[in-house]
């Protein structure tokens, strides 16, 4: 038996969970990650279990938006909740949320995929290329209208003028470069990452 | 614009590096910074939950059984971590916590030793290197020791094997200052220790980044590194 009542509970995975009530389900549910990351920090092999079947199909979804594929998806995902294992004592509760900590290691593996040149294995030919760009941007854009309508970060980024709330979406949701924003975008390196630069700027203000 | 207000950058540093935009150079320096610098932790923290909810957007996919074996397999094959009592009690918890600030010290002190050994060797020895760094692996274990003179001479020391695969190479980096980017200093060629003759470049300062990564043979084809990082680690002066 484990001795973290709370975790012998399984969340169940509310798929279908109406959009208004889906940011408060994650915020109950990030109380319960951060008790599953004290656990897995005692060696407690269950809490990383709960925190598969919480959060997994989700993790697969994210790092395929990055990598395209869903095999180098569960790569990432697999090799992530390896590293939430031996990095579980570093997580603080308190600060950030629990949630964001075990996103943000499966999106920098994810990443660190991504820039070692795996995602380039997939191109065989230009116009392929272009055909999977294009769906992928539109999957993209679709991220910001599926947040919450009426959250700050939905206002927010609708506030944005659409290339500048465009770069910011292909580098948080696709893992776009500035390079390859630039290039999307057909605009000089330098634009391109000033607009980044102001478009995440006018971001904050406008959140904070 | 107030891009000259320190705090401002700070902030804006974080929302780069949580949204993937720095070059996997500048990310290592900046996660070695973040270690140390909790105001930039907060920043990065407060960036990441501003962006979460796009996550959120993501549909859940079915993913198969198989997935969680391999991670639980993957987890047996890591780094051993404490077994779970069957009633774990709170001293034993606190020990485990304990364990894991013990073995970070550990490590850092085994640097630290280690850094001193090579100062202490190096000046008695030879004309001093301008720096001196420790390139730690992820795990926090010192695997190589760049000494860079400062008048394109650089020495490189190995203190493990480095595993190769065919056709690859390992390449050393150093990052002379954000502006310039990321710099080769040459090749270790049979994966061993090795002089490196590299180029001009402005005096090596405190702090550097210097870094081996894993390129194809011959070299980054882009003179910037694109293969994952195997070591990293940060220049200290002697004194």
Redesign the interface.
């Known amino acids: 038996m484990s001795g973290t009542g709370a975790l012998s509970v399984r969340y169940p995975f509310e798929r279908n969970v109406r959009e208004e009530n889906r940011l408060q389900v994650m915020q109950d549910q990030s109380e319960d990650l951060s008790a599953a990351l004290a656990a897995c920090a005692k060696g407690d092999r269950k809490a990383l279990r709960h925190i598969y079947d919480s959060e997994a199909g989700r993790l697969v979804a994210v790092a395929q938006r990055i990598l395209r594929r869903r095999d180098l998806a569960e790569e990432a995902v697999q090799e992530g909740f390896i590293r939430i294992w031996t990095k579980a004592h570093q997580f603080e509760p308190g600060r950030g949320s629990a949630r964001g900590w075990i996103y943000a290691v499966i999106r920098n593996h994810a990443l660190n995929m991504l820039r070692d040149g795996k995602r380039e294995d997939l191109v065989t030919s230009d116009k392929l290329e272009e055909l999977q760009d294009r769906e992928q941007i539109d999957q993209i854009m679709a991220s910001w209208q599926r947040l919450e309508s009426g959250s700050r970060l939905h206002e927010c980024l609708g506030a944005l003028e659409e290339t500048r709330r465009r770069t910011i979406l292909m580098a948080y949701v696709g893992g776009y470069t500035h390079g390859e924003i630039a290039g999307r975008l057909r605009l000089p390196l330098g634009t391109a990452k000033s607009w980044i630069k102001r478009g995440l700027s006018a971001l904050r203000e406008c959140m904070r | ?1 107030t891009g000259t207000n320190p705090e ?1 950058d700070i ?2 540093l974080a ?2 590096y ?4 720095m070059e ?1 150079m500048e990310a290592a320096a900046f996660e070695v910074r973040l270690e140390r610098d909790a105001e930039l ?2 920043a ?3 960036s ?17 059984e198989e ?2 074996q ?3 397999a ?2 047996s094959a ?2 051993p ?8 009690s709170p001293a ?2 606190n020990d ?2 304990k364990s ?1 600030w013990r073995w970070t010290a550990m490590a850092s002190l085994a640097a630290t030793v280690l850094l001193a050994v090579t100062l202490g060797w190096s000046l008695l020895t030879r004309p001093d290197p301008v720096v001196i760094a420790v390139l730690l692996d992820a795990k926090g274990e010192a695997q190589a020791i760049v000494e860079d003179f400062g008048n394109e001479q650089a020495t490189v020391k190995l203190l493990a094997d480095f595993t190769v695969p065919e056709g690859k190479t390992l390449q050393v980096w150093t990052l002379p200052s954000q502006d310039m980017g990321p710099v080769s200093l040459g090749l270790l060629e049979n994966s061993r220790s090795a002089a490196l003759k590299g180029p001009a470049l402005p005096k090596p300062q405190g702090e550097q980044l210097y870094e081996i990564t894993l390129e194809t043979a011959g070299g980054s084809p882009t003179g910037r590194p ?3 990082i195997l070591v990293k680690g940060f220049a200290k002066a002697p004194r």
Request: glycine letters at 6%; hydrophobic letters at 45%; aromatic letters at 4%.
């Open positions: 614009m401002h902030i804006h929302d780069e949580v949204l993937g935009l996997p932790r907060a990065v923290e407060a990441r939950d501003r962006f979460l909810p796009l996550d959120a957007t993501a549909e859940p996919l079915d993913v198969p997935l969680w391999r991670i639980d993957g987890i890591a780094r971590t404490p077994e779970i009592a069957t009633a774990p034993a918890s485990n916590i894991g694109t293969g994952p």
